[in-house]
């Protein structure tokens, strides 16, 4: 009856099939630039669900409708004293949640392995998510009390909640998730990602004061400063935080339903 396909090549043969057979069809983009599928079908397909404003300027068409990301319901928040319990870490001290990916971040690991003895030195708590290339390695060498190491973080609702700031790639779903917990977050864009869509998803939300961009060639000239900038100015962080959250669309899952 309808073929829904989200971007990617995986999704442009069973598209362009029911595009040829007459069938209904739509594509979701997560992204805030189009992916091939997308720039090459959106003409073509019954709708194009979008979730950054911005990639209109992108697209061919008018047929689409703004729903944003959807954001699985289980990711609840909770109290930040509350998390930081489950945490085991004390919810007075100001708490970072440096987050790769699934996969982790070289790039992330090798910068705090070289600086986290500044950030505890000012009795900052870290909540540090590795991977699993490097965790044993990075769990071997670290053993802090104020520094939390996982692999993977499968509850992740709990760090989100009793996190002051969050280091983050700049993927569609975790940036979603961060503006739905409104989190005062730097951005770090994946630089090799297809078409460099990160660095145009953080630029969305730098653009609106939602986040700050730091292009990875220059980590180690301004993480750790904007890292202190941003926690030790709460009303600054409070306003990120609150622009973030205004870019989230709660109604996302509805709208998508209704249209289908």
Known sequence: KIIIGTGGYSSGLPLLVGILFNIKSIIHEQNSYPGITTRFLSKKVNQVFISYNNIKDNIVGSNYLFTGNPVRDNLIKISKND?????????AKKTIFILGGSQGSMPFNLFFINHYKELIDKDIQIIWQTGINQFYEINNLINHPNIIIKAFIKDIQTPYSCSDLVISRAGAMAIEELKK????????????????????????????NAAKLIDQKNIHKDLLNTIFELLNNDSERKEMAENANKLYNPESLNLIIKSI
């Open 83 to 91: 998390a930081c319990n489950q945490m085991k870490i004390n919810p």
């Open 181 to 208: 917990f409104s989190k005062a977050m730097i951005l770090i864009p994946y630089p090799n990602s297809a078409n460099n869509h990160q660095k145009f998803n953080a630029l969305e939300l730098s653009g609106n």
